[in-house]
């Protein structure tokens, strides 16, 4: 009997704290209009209590802000690097020019702002933008 009254409580502390403890769900703010702009840096977030992580985001500690644009609008961003390190914007999905497309070959310096402008083709979706610099993605996005 005292195994399963051991077992009980285990079990009370293992679900209770995870159903009460919970780190809130982060939500991105959003960001609409033709011209928008975007800062890249360096943050600190709690992912966990009382855990402090070194983090890169848009406009924020982490992540970066939901964009709403249309179809067919042109669209100006002005995209601000003030990280201490070369990085780039890429809108994963969308039909840009590869001058607009942000990949390896379109790197942002540290302090220097890189302009893109662009005709949205794209039908209403979900796309995802994200650093694209070689061999530097994961570090920049994770």
């Known amino acids: 009997m005292k195994k399963i009254r051991i077992l009980h409580l285990f079990l009370l502390q293992l679900v209770g704290g995870s159903l009460f403890a919970q780190t809130p769900l982060f939500i991105p703010d959003t960001l609409s209009g033709t011209s928008l702009e975007l800062t890249l840096q360096n943050g600190t977030f709690s992912f966990f209590s009382g855990q402090n992580t070194t983090t890169m985001g848009v406009n924020g500690d982490i992540l970066g802000p939901t964009l709403i644009i249309n179809k067919d609008d042109f669209v100006n961003f002005k995209v601000n690097n003030q990280l201490d390190e070369t990085t780039t914007i890429h809108w994963h999905g969308m039909h840009v020019s590869a001058?607009?497309?942000g990949g390896p070959h379109t790197v942002i310096e540290p302090l220097e702002t890189w302009n893109p402008q662009f005709t949205v083709m794209d039908k209403a979706g979900t796309y995802w933008y994200h650093p694209h610099?070689?061999?530097?993605?994961?570090k920049h996005v994770s």
């Open 99 to 101: 001058a607009n497309d």
């Open 133 to 138: 610099l070689h061999e530097n993605t994961n």
